[in-house]
């Protein structure tokens, strides 16, 4: 083992002190206990940059390669050491952001995701997109009588909703990736506009030429197969198979909106969180199924008291986007139980 790998194989056992620290409580974290924990990871730092620079020299010499490995193999190992040497500031930056943090409301005001010209651009580009996963004119004229035209919910909004619902998983601590499913989901758009933060996300649609035009569009997406279900929402009875439940009054009768949401309702297994962004939802009061926890979401089987204590938990946690790369997490090392505790939090690189 060289020397290089020595350290780094010391840094593992530091950076899982620094993972079990940043797996408390936040109001258990504090600066000396941070500070005690950093303090001999941080004096490694100088070591590994000579250490780089004398295993660099050995390796641009042909008379020092390691007979044990080949040119390329000792390249990429030396590569991937000066990865995560460089990410040195960025997860200390990360770090210390999680030591003392601060409640942040789940929604943010409509007019942090509704005004400006980015969002408006990225609203207008979603709309886009929207209408390419539609049927043609003639094909819409098809519909089901009593469900709505493909309506959709500006992104922009959508996004803080499902980073709001992500946040609250975050907090519930999961062990196992929720399931998103978009409840009406017309041509799918909704449901690839989630997978950054539920990368296990379907749909349902109940209109046939809906499912084979959506579903045709989201191939092109490289979203998951098989990802929009063709189904009645109100005659669907795997609900409680999901941890993320979105539904935009998919159904325009209301006698039949009301026995859509009763079926969710009545499946959704307790802690289920319910994303349901119009006026007309008709357990957003008083209903004992579900309690709200931000605007226009809900989890389900939870008293008002409980879901007080879990939003108060879901404040907590970090409002950074989730990120999904396996070639980044293969190269992390000695970082990687402190960016998994981290993602846990809510924070990212």
């Not at 005690?36 to 004398?54: E, F, G, M, N």
């Not at 758009?189 to 989630?194: N, Q, Y």
Request: proline share 7%; charged share 20%; net charge negative.
């Amino acid at each position: 083992m060289s020397e290089l790998e020595k350290m780094e194989a010391e840094l593992v056992q530091l950076t899982k002190q620094l993972a079990e620290f940043l797996s408390l409580a936040p109001t258990e974290r504090s600066i000396p206990g941070f500070a005690k924990i950093w303090r001999p990871i941080s004096r490694y730092r100088v070591q590994l940059r000579t250490a780089l620079q004398d295993h660099g020299s050995i390796l641009s010499d042909p008379r020092y390669r390691d007979a044990k490995g080949s040119e390329i193999q000792q390249r990429v190992g030396y590569n991937a050491a000066h990865t995560r040497l460089r990410l040195w500031p960025r997860i200390e930056d990360m770090v210390n952001r999680q030591i003392t943090p601060e409640a942040k409301h789940l929604m943010p005001q409509p007019t942090e995701y509704m005004d400006g010209a980015h969002n408006r651009f990225v609203n207008h580009i979603y709309a886009a997109l929207h209408t390419l996963a539609l049927p043609s004119a003639e094909a819409m004229l098809n519909l089901i009588s009593d469900a709505h035209p493909d309506i959709a919910l500006p992104a922009t909004h959508f996004e803080a909703l499902v980073h709001a619902a992500y946040r609250i998983c975050l907090a519930q601590g999961r062990t196992t990736p929720p399931r998103f499913l978009d409840v009406g989901c017309g041509g799918g758009t909704k449901i690839w506009a989630a997978l950054p933060y539920f990368p296990d996300a379907s749909g349902l649609e109940n209109n046939p030429t809906q499912v084979q035009v959506g579903a045709a569009a989201m191939a092109k997406l490289n979203a998951p197969a098989g990802c929009i279900m063709e189904a009645d929402a109100r005659r669907f009875f795997d609900y409680s198979s999901y941890d993320v439940i979105y539904f935009y009054q998919p159904l325009k009768d209301l006698d039949g909106l009301r026995e859509m949401e009763d079926q969710i309702l009545e499946q959704a297994r307790p802690g289920t969180i319910l994303i349901a962004p119009y006026a007309a939802f008709s357990a957003a009061e008083g209903d004992l199924r579900c309690s709200r926890i931000a605007p226009s979401i809900y989890v389900a089987g939870l008293a008002p008291s409980q879901t007080e204590k879990l939003c108060a938990r879901a404040e907590m946690i970090g409002t950074d986007a989730p990120e999904h790369s396996n070639s980044f997490d293969a190269a992390l090392g000695y970082w990687r139980p402190v960016v998994d505790a981290s993602r846990r939090n809510g924070y990212t690189l």
